[in-house]
């Protein structure tokens, strides 16, 4: 099954002469890259959901919490190991 994980967005950089938004996203404690190009106007300190290394919604802040707590207890954040695999590599 895939999911989507909820994480905060604590910083956002351009890559590829600015053709690309890259952001640090905060998953709970662990810091990971999603590509914000399904979310050009993502800021800072926005609530994400993120499938393979890609943003793709806004959530509030409860509703992310709360998302992320029973992914938490059904032992559903496995994926946040894998998805480095997917992200562009920084040049």
């Given at each position: 099954?895939?999911l989507?994980?909820?994480?905060?967005?604590?910083?956002?950089?351009t890559l590829?002469?600015?053709l690309?938004?890259?952001?640090?996203?905060?998953?709970?404690?662990?810091?990971?890259?999603?590509?914000l190009?399904?979310?050009?106007?993502?800021?800072?300190?926005?609530?994400?959901?993120?499938?393979?290394?890609v943003?793709?919604?806004?959530?509030?802040?409860?509703?992310?919490?709360?998302?992320?707590?029973?992914?938490?207890?059904?032992?559903?954040?496995?994926?946040?190991?894998?998805?480095?695999?997917?992200?562009?590599?920084?040049?």
């Amino acid at each position: 099954m895939c999911l989507a994980i909820p994480g905060k967005i604590k910083s956002i950089e351009t890559l590829h002469n600015g053709l690309v938004r890259m952001a640090k996203v905060s998953f709970g404690g662990i810091t990971k890259e999603a590509s914000l190009e399904m979310l050009p106007d993502a800021e800072v300190d926005d609530y994400v959901l993120v499938h393979v290394g890609v943003a793709i919604s806004k959530v509030d802040e409860e509703e992310a919490k709360k998302t992320f707590s029973y992914l938490e207890e059904i032992g559903e954040l496995g994926e946040l190991e894998d998805v480095d695999e997917y992200l562009p590599k920084n040049e």
